[in-house]
């Protein structure tokens, strides 16, 4: 009696720290349960958009000669089709599960970094915003979702509807490499004690692979958007072939994202898979190193795919075969997956409930999806249906398969955690048939049709050519499909305020996120468990009381601090003590002044977009300079065994370092797109040489890249002075090293601008100034960086124990002295070696 | 502390090392041939054998050795470390995910045995 | 259309290992179900002893093997497919796609080149080497029946080898989306027996003899003031803003890149009304021209376009 009103009392102490304010103050949220859900809910109301777009795209395609939408309105309609449902639902939908799920699962009380994961929610919000009214409007952009230059260059795309996507786009990409870091470094550190990295739910380590593909194939699409638009806004000529540009890096740059795109959704949803198996099964997963090591080959090799989409632009045979061979062997590692899926039900004694039949519509649509994805492998036979109907049918199948089944018995599963209530299970069931049978009506048939050769994205097409039954039939199904969605929709609505209360743990499930109670409070776990296996519910099975009771890590509420354990990496050994950030409203500032970048630029309003750039600079100072403590951390008891962990602030393996080294892994990829994108251009594009080259006089690149010398050099003096505990010196590296990063980003800026006669001219040029704009840019957030620093030096937040600020100056110029070397390499040496 | 937390990190990167060499291994084979058969840089017949074939052999090569040095050093961690749990199943996921990669290598590499180099 | 139906060597060989993968892929997925259904039926079949091996077997080693032999039958059968030595001489066209329609080129001997629009005449039985490049943005030639498509792209030449078994017609359409009319860009192969197509060069040829002097008449007159600055009547001369050679036309099955039948009744339509036929195609509308105009470029048009 007495430890359960503890139990109460605890509840309540840590519901008001983790708390968010009412009202408006709902905007300030950053609790990442909150975050998640409005991710789902929001993606959700993208799915219901680009699902009745789909709807007028089926109407129009359902006879022959069909007049009810025109060309104008159809490209509008297919492009924001698969816009939607590829950038605004599918991997927001997989970002809002992983942040609510994620901690839950690894037993901690929230995400590394909680703002970042709100300023993640508005750019998402705001970027997908501009995208759908544009849509609304009637000015939505109409050269697919796939943007092949040069259609949506400016001579064949003129007015502001290409640069919708891009920018818009982009705006939301910055969210997925926001959430890309925030999961990767919450997996790695922010887990609860004793959770080995093997030990960790699949989940996590499928997650884990799809966030460091996310931080690695977003960059080049960033990369490809910005390069367009660039052409666009100010004619730097990156695709033109008559200015030295190439249409076909586009395909590159976009595909380079676009084929690791298809796992970085299909991945979470064989997470959600991996994670509900077993608790339906009853039987721990079988397989599970084998499984890991499948994730890890999978994630691999589809940064191997991306030619597969490009078999017909006439790429030499052997490169073809690379890439054919690596697509056939992707079948490798997802049969693994599936013989495990299936061996654990074997072994135990699965249970026929709701989320169970859903996952055998995913069984079936996903196998197809794949056994089709092999044929359009085999390159002579992609040469002939390749950009038919055939293909339409297999991504529907790839990724309603590989997503929207494992997400519908994900919804069924985890819909009492989110609401406490469980679903009669009824109209779930009405649902999943509809759905299957909807499905495959629209889409099984459409092979045929595409085999029949009807090619895609046509408005309309002839009668007679044994096209008009098969689509016929793929219309009717589509509105089947769709009534199931709507059915699914209205019994989560239903279920969500009117179900029977259900109880807790209702699957008997393994993991931790069922050892809460219904529905979820805001801090997860009243004590953060040490657990002492795989499956912490089967192996611990007084667990759930234990962590309620406060008998693990982190049950006493002070400071009103949120606390949460971050753990080594490997062996899930409790390090430290993270402080999380409470309600603030910075993420949600931070997300309006970069909307007003983005709007501005969109309207061509540059001297506006500078001044809402400048404005989000500002904010994240404010954001910076929010962190940090005056004090040296001192070690605080962490459980009632009397562990003594330190406190976060400042230590230099806190989860910001984290967060820089895997910014940087993204920048990284950016930068190595660039790299490619200009040798490419230089040895493959036509018109080369150009009419000029470079001429400026040795010194500036000297400087440049010596100014980035010196910045590095002066960041590392000042962080091994910081160490060593010597102010002075530390002040003066950091003021050397601002100077530096100032004189190399001007000296960038000079190189194209008095080297070249006209960067509109050749590509050669466009290259230069991209190339030297990135090196301006690296160098300008360089300086700032020290200048940043510096002053939080003077005040006091800095010290040899708390190193943090230092060692990421340090690190972020490292970083830059190497790019710049790499862009002097490229500039100076790469045009005049190389031969084209 | 901080340097237990660092090794933490590069011991996960070791055991999965193997499919970061196939990751490197395809983009350089993908960018030697596409350079060479786009470019006017040409190479002789070596052996009779086109010389772009023998370079793309050659970097095929380099990159199964590569691994070969990874499962080797991950043998010799895996013979040092002590026996606890966790330390097995990463050192068997190292391996698996070794001889994998390596298998996946031979298996992408192979056309270059058997097609044209170039059109 | 239909890669189902093929009419060449090629084809025929993607058709066939298409339903070779078809079956394999229903065996494959009858498996499966069959699998999970019967793991799923609440059986306990044994604890775990096995399992492992099941994975390795069925996951590892069946896909494996699978995908080992198509990998390396597909990689032969593209080789034979791409346009390599051949005994036989190829025939040698080029196509240019332009938004929303073909250009055609027959290269002749002594360095002229007859131009044509929209419908390819070629021997069958004869290897054909189509050289395609495109005048603005990506589009791809393909005529399903005949084998591989391949992409016009801007600033490049690619060759895709074809060849109709049998003397016909085959029907081809732009598979990379190219704008507004992407739907609006049809082909018409014709295949010719012996040397048929030869024919269709020399009455090509031979209205250009007439020259591009529109000659006398309202309807010249009209078409001069109205037409020739994009469409020449000379098969030899493309005119200097190009749109399609109108060279032969009578001779062409259908108006507009497929947009109509071709005929009296179709080209006086076509004239007056291509706007609402083939929404966005970049011909101006003419509204401003009176019938008598438009029955007098018809007319023109009909007897100097044989």
Redesign the interface.
Known sequence: MKSETEAVERHARLSKVFGTPPGLGQLSAVNHTTVGLRFIVASLFFFVVAGILSMLIRAQLATATNDFI???IY?QIFTAHGTLMMFLFAIPLIEGFTLYLLPKLLGSRDLAFPRLSAYGFWCYLFGGSIVLLAVLLGHGPD??WFM?T??SSEP?SPGIRSDIWLLGITFVEISAISIGVEIVVTILKVRTAGMKLIWMPLFGWYLLVTAFMIIAGFPPLILGSILLELERAFGLPFFD??RGG???LWQHLFWLFGHPEVYIIFLPGAALISTMVPPLARHPI??YT?IVA?IVATGVISFGLWVHHMY???IP?LG??FF??AS??V??P???????W??T??????A?KLP?LYL?GF??VF??GG??G??V?????D??????HFVVAHMHYVLVGGLVFPMLAAAYYWLPHVSGRAPSGKLGVYAFWFIFIGFNLTFFIMHLTG????????????AG??WDIPNLVSSVGGFILSIGFAMFLMDMLIYWRLGRLSPRNPWKADTLDWAMPIPSPTYNFGSQPEITGPNPLWNQPDLGREIAAGKHYLGEVRNGWRETLAVDVVSGRPHYIILLPGPTYLPLIAGLTTAIFFASFLLKVYWMAAVGAGLSLCVYLAWAWANGAKTDPVPVAASPKGDLLPTHTGLPQAPGWWGLVFTLVADAHLFASLIFGFIYLKTI???WPPPFVLEVSPLLPALAIGGCLVGYLGARAARLANEAGREGMRAIGLVVSYFGGFAAAAAFVAIPWVGLEDLTAHAYAAGIAALAGYGALHALVGGIISAFVATRCAWGYVSPVRSLETRIASLWWGYTAVAAVIIGIAMFIVPAVLPS | MSTRAITGGWRLLFALSGWIVWAAAFAVLYAVQGYFCHSAATLPDILGLPGLTVLLVVVWLIHLGAIGVLEWKAIGQSRRRPEETGEIVLARLSHIVNVTAALALIWFGA?IL??PPC? | ????EPASR??G??AD??WV?FWG?LV??AI??V???Y????R?????KG??A??LV???A???L???A??V???W???A??P?GDSREPYRIEVVGH?WWWEIRYPQEGGATLIDANEIHVPAGRPVDVHVTSA???H?F?I?RM?????A????T?VVRIEADEPGTY?G???????????GMVLRLVAHEGDGHLDHLERLGGGSAEGADAGAGAGAAAFAENCSACHSLDATQPAADPGPSLAGLSQRAFLGA?AIANGPEGLRTWLSSHQSLK??NLMPTFHHLEPETIEAIAAFLEERGR
Not at chain 1, 383 to 388: A, E, F, K, L, P
């Open positions: 025109g060309p104008d490209n050269s697919g092949y040069p259609l064949y072939p008559a190439d249409s076909i079988i397989g084998m499948a017909t632009v006439g045979h073809l075969a054919s061979a056939m062997l079948a490798v997802t049969g693994v997956q599936f013989f495990a299936i061996a039900l074997f072994a135990g004694r699965p026929m169970m055998f069984l079936i196998v197809m056994l089709t092999v044929m492998a085999l390159v002579p036979f040469w002939q249906v390749h950009d038919t085999l029949r050769g009807m090619p895609r994205r046509v408005y309309t097409y002839e050519l044994g594009a036509p018109n | 056309p058997v097609l059109g | 259309m239909s890669i189902l090629g084809a060989a993607v290992i298409w993968m892929a494959v997925l499966m179900i699998l999970g259904l793991a799923a039926s609440s306990p079949w044994h604890a775990g399992l492992t099941f994975i069925g996951g590892i069946w896909p494996t699978t995908v080992l198509l990998l039958y597909g990689l059968l593209g080789e497919l791409l390599r938004q603005d943005v990506i791809s393909w399903p084998g591989p498509k391949i992409d792209v801007p600033g490049y690619n029907r359409q732009c598979s990379e989306f190219c704008g507004l009319q992407h739907a497929g929404p966005g």
